[in-house]
């Protein structure tokens, strides 16, 4: 019960925000907020149960976009079929990569998921007969995804609110998933891996299992942008995609699940909100940041968390004399 | 009769090092070693710094790879096995440094790992292993909030969940006060006795040694230098020259 209150309560707020937000370019902007949320949600996975940063998740986030491309202009396939198909593959071979790489510890490890995000990023730029090379790609979205047409699907507010449900249901997926025993293995590698190995826990597949599921979410991220612009370029691939959403995870906090959720939102309120203040969002993003790491190492969601629970502490620590 | 009593003795060792090296480079870390553990025997490890205690205790537990000799359990060899078969097997270890998992709730961890060993009853053993280390009061606490003799016990848990065959520990009392020590010791006598856990125990605090060990094995530059029960270990002369001291 206890995972089900937060996507619970973010389920309410996005209700909320369509009930009283009118603007077209306000649910455009929150839209973004939400895509980047669940790309970061996918970096934070990463970080929370294997304790490993990844600067090279945009592949998977861009390598959605470009599998739908691919597939809508080629195969002739149902788009729901393909999206299905790409989020499949993507899991796979995201679990392969994992079975390697997860091995390597710390800051080798980040440097490896740099070096094959930009790999990937070359590669769509260069091979312009398949990816359209750096001018990018239009997808080919039918005129109805899911049974609805996409004049409807697109407008702002029904495809923010679609967004946003994603999210919300992406979130509590996860916690399910966390909340079983794989999650307790995984927590309890990330802990002490040696430790972990003596008490008898396999350690590699556990990790690259979690690897894939990061990979899953950043690529379901990919989908919902391919399909809100209809179109994909070499940049969604570039290692800075990767490195602003770990930002997001880092001022969110990665220790709750849904910390780079905040982490994005307020990215996105400092980048497009602040109206002429925006032409300095990355200097103000930068200030929260060291203010984050320095004073709130466990992000804003921690402290969210802790304030939230001090007023428990103090009810408890009241009834103690009497009981 | 001979014979008979010759099996008698192999189905009574829970354990056994046979002839065990393990060589890096030029360094002999083991050369040589036999051991053998019997089923419900507390066997003491004791040497001078560096003479291969826990290096012995890697060995068997397949942190190692041996440069040669075998490892038995219960009569079936084991030494091409992986830490985590050894583990599912009933060879269950702790470390010289404090190794738990810091960001996990107290229950949490050991339940986990009495269930990785496939044991029906996983929430039962980990409570009982809790009570008897009185670690309950802390179940919901993180590891890593617990003070350092909780996080001794809360390590010496984490081994013994699961009802292991064997139990190797390495320094379970370093860095304990003296009071802490024999509380520990305490808990660990009981512990095996009542789960019927064999023990190997490298340990310095010769206290503890002499008072809960069955028999003691003594090391020196990687090979056994003596063994026996504690009382004629404690009376060799060699071992006296070698690690206790002439006053011990």
């Given at each position: 019960m206890h995972s089900l209150r937060v996507p619970a309560l973010l389920l309410i707020v996005g209700i909320l925000v369509t009930q009283f937000v009118q603007s077209g370019s306000l649910y455009s902007i929150f839209t973004q907020a939400v895509i980047y949320a669940i790309f970061a949600l996918g970096i934070g996975i990463l970080l929370r149960q294997n304790g490993l940063v990844s600067f090279g998740h945009a592949l998977y986030f861009g390598m959605a976009g470009y599998g739908m491309g691919i597939l809508l202009a080629g195969s002739g396939m149902p788009a729901e079929a393909a999206m299905l198909l790409v989020l499949l593959v993507m899991g796979l071979s995201a679990f392969l990569i994992g079975l390697v790489i997860v091995r390597v510890p710390g800051i080798a490890f980040s440097m490896l998921t740099l070096a094959m995000g930009q790999m990937s990023y070359l590669l769509a730029s260069r091979a312009r007969g398949v990816t359209g090379g750096a001018d990018g790609m239009g997808i080919a979205w039918p005129a109805q995804v899911f049974g609805v047409s996409q004049s409807v699907l697109l407008k702002p507010p029904t495809f923010f609110l679609i967004s946003w449900c994603i999210m919300v249901a992406v979130l509590l997926v996860v916690s399910?998933?966390?909340?079983?025993?794989?999650?307790?293995?995984?927590?309890?590698?990330?802990?002490?891996?040696?430790?972990?190995?003596?008490?008898?826990?396999?350690?590699?597949?556990?990790?690259?299992?979690?690897?894939?599921?990061?990979?899953?979410?950043?690529?379901?991220?990919?989908?919902l942008s391919s399909l809100n612009s209809g179109f994909i370029s070499p940049e969604s691939l570039h290692w800075s995609v990767s490195a602003i959403a770990l930002l997001m995870v880092i001022v969110g906090g990665f220790r709750q699940l849904a910390g780079p959720i905040v982490g994005a939102i307020v990215y996105v309120l400092i980048k497009d909100v602040l109206g002429d203040l925006a032409t300095h969002s990355m200097a103000i993003f930068g200030t929260a940041l060291i203010i984050v790491i320095v004073f709130a190492p466990e992000g804003i969601a921690g402290v969210l968390r802790h304030w939230l629970r001090r007023p428990q502490t103090a009810a408890s620590a009241n009834e103690l004399p009497g009981s | 009769m001979a014979d008979t009593e010759k099996k008698t003795e192999v189905d009574t060792h829970v354990l056994q090092a046979l002839d065990v090296s393990v060589h890096y480079g030029g360094i002999r870390a083991l050369d040589g070693v036999s051991l053998h553990l019997r089923k419900g025997q507390v066997l003491g490890l004791i040497g001078p710094n560096g003479a291969g205690k826990s290096t012995v205790i890697d060995a068997i537990t397949g942190r190692l790879t041996l440069t040669r000799g075998r490892i038995v359990l219960d009569g079936e060899d084991i030494t091409t096995l992986s830490a985590e078969q050894r583990r599912k097997r009933g060879i269950s270890r702790s470390f010289q440094r404090t190794s738990i998992f810091g960001g996990m709730s107290v229950y949490r961890q050991v339940e986990l790992?009495?269930?990785?060993?496939?044991?029906?009853?996983?929430?039962?053993?980990?409570?009982?292993?809790?009570?008897?280390?009185?670690?309950?009061?802390?179940?919901?606490?993180?590891?890593?909030?617990?003070?350092?003799?909780?996080?001794?016990?809360?390590?010496?848990?984490?081994?013994l969940a699961g009802r292991p065959r064997v139990l190797l520990l390495d320094e379970p009392m370093a860095g304990l006060t003296m009071q802490e020590s024999m509380d520990m010791a305490e808990h660990l006598k009981a512990l095996t006795t009542r789960r019927q856990v064999s023990v190997l125990l490298v340990e310095h605090d010769m206290d503890v040694v002499f008072r809960i060990c069955d028999a003691v094995t003594v090391f020196e530059l990687g090979v056994v230098i003596a063994d026996g029960d504690p009382a004629a270990v404690r009376a060799d002369a060699r071992v006296r020259e070698a690690y206790l001291g002439s006053a011990a």
């Amino acid at each position: 019960m206890h995972s089900l209150r937060v996507p619970a309560l973010l389920l309410i707020v996005g209700i909320l925000v369509t009930q009283f937000v009118q603007s077209g370019s306000l649910y455009s902007i929150f839209t973004q907020a939400v895509i980047y949320a669940i790309f970061a949600l996918g970096i934070g996975i990463l970080l929370r149960q294997n304790g490993l940063v990844s600067f090279g998740h945009a592949l998977y986030f861009g390598m959605a976009g470009y599998g739908m491309g691919i597939l809508l202009a080629g195969s002739g396939m149902p788009a729901e079929a393909a999206m299905l198909l790409v989020l499949l593959v993507m899991g796979l071979s995201a679990f392969l990569i994992g079975l390697v790489i997860v091995r390597v510890p710390g800051i080798a490890f980040s440097m490896l998921t740099l070096a094959m995000g930009q790999m990937s990023y070359l590669l769509a730029s260069r091979a312009r007969g398949v990816t359209g090379g750096a001018d990018g790609m239009g997808i080919a979205w039918p005129a109805q995804v899911f049974g609805v047409s996409q004049s409807v699907l697109l407008k702002p507010p029904t495809f923010f609110l679609i967004s946003w449900c994603i999210m919300v249901a992406v979130l509590l997926v996860v916690s399910l998933i966390l909340a079983t025993r794989f999650g307790s293995i995984s927590e309890a590698i990330r802990d002490n891996e040696e430790r972990a190995r003596f008490i008898g826990i396999r350690t590699t597949v556990p990790r690259a299992l979690i690897y894939a599921l990061s990979a899953v979410v950043t690529g379901i991220a990919g989908l919902l942008s391919s399909l809100n612009s209809g179109f994909i370029s070499p940049e969604s691939l570039h290692w800075s995609v990767s490195a602003i959403a770990l930002l997001m995870v880092i001022v969110g906090g990665f220790r709750q699940l849904a910390g780079p959720i905040v982490g994005a939102i307020v990215y996105v309120l400092i980048k497009d909100v602040l109206g002429d203040l925006a032409t300095h969002s990355m200097a103000i993003f930068g200030t929260a940041l060291i203010i984050v790491i320095v004073f709130a190492p466990e992000g804003i969601a921690g402290v969210l968390r802790h304030w939230l629970r001090r007023p428990q502490t103090a009810a408890s620590a009241n009834e103690l004399p009497g009981s | 009769m001979a014979d008979t009593e010759k099996k008698t003795e192999v189905d009574t060792h829970v354990l056994q090092a046979l002839d065990v090296s393990v060589h890096y480079g030029g360094i002999r870390a083991l050369d040589g070693v036999s051991l053998h553990l019997r089923k419900g025997q507390v066997l003491g490890l004791i040497g001078p710094n560096g003479a291969g205690k826990s290096t012995v205790i890697d060995a068997i537990t397949g942190r190692l790879t041996l440069t040669r000799g075998r490892i038995v359990l219960d009569g079936e060899d084991i030494t091409t096995l992986s830490a985590e078969q050894r583990r599912k097997r009933g060879i269950s270890r702790s470390f010289q440094r404090t190794s738990i998992f810091g960001g996990m709730s107290v229950y949490r961890q050991v339940e986990l790992a009495a269930h990785m060993t496939g044991l029906a009853d996983a929430r039962d053993d980990a409570l009982d292993i809790l009570a008897e280390l009185d670690l309950l009061r802390l179940r919901d606490t993180l590891g890593e909030d617990l003070g350092y003799g909780e996080q001794r016990r809360l390590d010496l848990a984490l081994a013994l969940a699961g009802r292991p065959r064997v139990l190797l520990l390495d320094e379970p009392m370093a860095g304990l006060t003296m009071q802490e020590s024999m509380d520990m010791a305490e808990h660990l006598k009981a512990l095996t006795t009542r789960r019927q856990v064999s023990v190997l125990l490298v340990e310095h605090d010769m206290d503890v040694v002499f008072r809960i060990c069955d028999a003691v094995t003594v090391f020196e530059l990687g090979v056994v230098i003596a063994d026996g029960d504690p009382a004629a270990v404690r009376a060799d002369a060699r071992v006296r020259e070698a690690y206790l001291g002439s006053a011990a």
